[in-house]
């Protein structure tokens, strides 16, 4: 029935006012009001059209309308449907794309303050005021680099005095070693010891996926950093940025370059005596652009690695600081059993062993837990849920007393600490060796009688159960490299003799991404294969002989750790010097 209205016979025309009288008589039936007609139906039948003016009289003849019971309907939208469709889907968004351009134009101009955010450099910044103080005393160790950065300190608190004296002061320092060694907090350290503003910002928040964001970014970092100078300007993990250009793996390398060219152009504008000194961290100086170590921006570097024992020993004594420790625990005995450790490390480890005392329902920390958290961070949570069988356990006994007996016997392998047959990580049990001090020179023969110790595991395996395991692989594979780098890098070998074979690229502190150049030939590299396999040959007899004439001591071993499942070095210690030292006689 819509729009059934048949205007072709006998319609009538009426006035406005006509059609309001007939309305408020009642004798219209029902009507359509269209954009300036009104078409309707009289109760006896009659037809009708109307003209009138929608903008004046709209509102009240829908009350008129009503007031009378006709039945209307509006024949169009005010609007049709094709223009509402033509505004709603065309012309909206044309408006909103024009706005949202020109915000984004004046974006991209520098130093615009209410731009987008996502221009801002999204630089932390830390005012003196709200500094979390951190002072060269929060950072253990590190004392060389610490004593050049203190050089950097005293021009932060004192600018003049540089610029009356015409010193010319370096304008980026760059600070790289590998992760958790406390580069950044150092560089807080910085900020801290002179107290003045620290604007902190890492390298991976440049790159965005808008091009052009991350240039502007470093641009509204340095405009912030003038205005606030003397300040420190810390670019943490530049290497997110930094990396040397044209070397993109895929797309998106553009964007990385036009902001790393922009930090380069921002270093070479200012003039270093304005006061803004701009530290930069990374874990991987060797993929830096050259272009970022160039005399006037980055030309002052400060390695920043592992802490040795004595600095180990500080950390240790930094973050026990806020921690009741028992009177049984000795940190100097926790420095000596960690080395590689990094300050991360360390803090990590105290806090394990905090985590684990409270745990427990502890009020103070004890030695215990600080040598269960020493083994979770070398070697994963304890999994006591796993199941053995006998027959493994047995193997796995075995095999760990094989590698703690060899390491024992031999002079220069380095002291055994602790066996256990419990899983560990993803070992199923471990022997843990390290030496008494940090040692930074390895004889030929330390490292002879540690890849012994490495192929004992599988030599007891096979001379108890004339068989091998998959559980020595690990074991092999270190043995393995170890014997190829003494022939091959460390001139070793006396067939082959002191010189090193095939080049490494990389970085060796970080044992990543080492590529090797062959620059020898075939005959060079079947001697390699012989010499290498002839240190493993004579390693594992001598690991295999050594066993079978101590038999006895081997069984002990095992007997004790298969009750015990772990033992520690006093307890293996004791159990071997029984008998007397005849070991000694079955060397060289
Ligand atoms: P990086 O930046 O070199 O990766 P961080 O500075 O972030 O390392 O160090 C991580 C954490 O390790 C620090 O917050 C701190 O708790 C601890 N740490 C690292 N080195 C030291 C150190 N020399 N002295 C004290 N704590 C350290
Ligand atoms: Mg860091
Ligand atoms: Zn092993």
Redesign the pocket.
């Known amino acids: 029935m819509r729009g059934g209205l048949n205007y072709n016979i006998g319609v009538e025309k009426y006035s406005y006012s006509e059609f309001i009288e007939k309305v408020r008589r009642g004798e219209v039936l029902k009507c359509d009001i269209g954009r300036g007609e009104i078409t309707g139906e009289l109760k006896n039948g009659t037809r009708f059209t109307t003209h009138f003016i929608p903008e004046l009289t709209g509102p009240e003849l829908e009350k008129e309308l009503i007031k009378n019971g006709v039945r209307f309907n509006y024949k169009t939208p005010i609007l049709s449907e094709g223009w509402q469709n033509f505004l709603f889907y065309l012309v909206l968004p044309l408006i909103m794309l024009v706005i949202f351009w020109s915000l984004f134009i004046r974006g991209m101009q520098a130093g615009n303050r209410e731009a987008f955010t996502f221009a801002k450099s999204r630089a932390r910044k830390y005012s003196p005021a709200n500094i979390p103080k951190v002072t060269f005393n929060?950072?253990?160790?590190?004392d060389e680099a610490k004593q050049e950065l203190q050089e950097i300190v005293e021009f932060l608190k004192n600018p003049r005095k540089f610029q009356a004296l015409g010193a010319k002061i370096p304008k980026g320092v760059l600070l790289y070693?590998p992760?958790?060694?406390?580069?950044?907090?150092?560089a807080r350290a910085v900020a801290g010891e002179a107290n003045v503003p620290f604007f902190h910002i890492s390298g991976s928040e440049f790159v965005e996926m808008f091009v052009g964001v991350g240039a502007a970014r470093v641009r509204d970092l340095f405009e912030q950093a003038k205005a606030n100078a003397p300040c420190l300007v810390f670019i943490?993990e530049i290497d997110a940025v930094g990396r040397q250009r044209g070397t993109g793996l895929g797309g998106g390398h553009d964007e990385r370059e036009q902001t790393l060219n922009q930090i380069l152009a921002e270093m070479d504008g200012f003039d270093p005596n304005i006061g803004v000194i701009v530290l930069a961290?990374t874990?991987r100086p060797d993929v830096l652009d050259p272009a970022l170590l160039r005399p006037g921006r980055f030309d002052r570097r400060i390695v920043?690695d592992h802490?040795d024992l004595k600095?180990r020993l500080e950390?240790l004594k930094?973050?026990a600081r806020n921690k009741p420790l028992a009177e049984d625990v000795d940190l100097e005995m926790i420095a000596r059993r960690t080395p590689g450790f990094?300050?991360?490390d360390l803090?990590n480890l105290l806090n394990e062993a905090a985590l684990l005392a409270a745990r427990l329902g502890k009020d103070k920390i004890t030695m215990a837990e600080i040598e269960e958290a020493i083994e979770r961070v070398v070697a994963g949570p304890q999994r006591r849920s796993r199941v053995i069988s006998e027959k493994e356990k047995r193997l796995v006994a075995y095999h760990e007393s094989g590698h703690a007996l060899v390491a024992k016997m031999l002079p220069n392998a380095n002291p055994v600490h602790k066996i256990s047959i419990l899983p560990r990580g993803m070992a199923l049990g471990y022997t843990l060796q390290f030496p008494e001090q940090d040692k930074y020179l390895l004889t030929k023969s330390e490292l002879m009688d540690e890849i012994s110790a490495l192929l004992a595991g599988r030599a007891a395996e096979e001379l108890v159960f004339g068989e091998t395991t998959t559980g020595a692989q690990n074991d092999l594979q270190r043995a393995t490299d170890m014997a190829r780098r003494m022939v091959c890098e460390l001139g070793m070998s006396e067939k082959i003799g002191p010189i090193t074979l095939g080049r490494r690229h990389g970085n060796p502190f970080l044992g990543r991404d080492i590529f090797e150049d062959r620059n020898y030939s075939d005959e060079v590299a079947r001697l390699i294969d012989e010499e290498v396999k002839n240190i493993i040959e004579t390693n594992y007899k001598r690991a295999k002989e050594l066993l079978q004439n101590n038999r006895d001591k081997l069984e002990k071993l095992v007997q004790i750790l298969l009750q015990k499942e772990t033992l520690e070095k006093e307890e293996i210690d004791s159990l071997l010097s029984d008998g007397e030292n005849t070991e000694q006689s079955q060397l060289q």
């Open positions: 929060d950072v253990a160790g590190a070693g992760p958790g060694c406390g580069k950044t907090l150092l943490d961290a874990n920043i802490p600095g950390i930094v973050h990094s300050g991360a803090a």
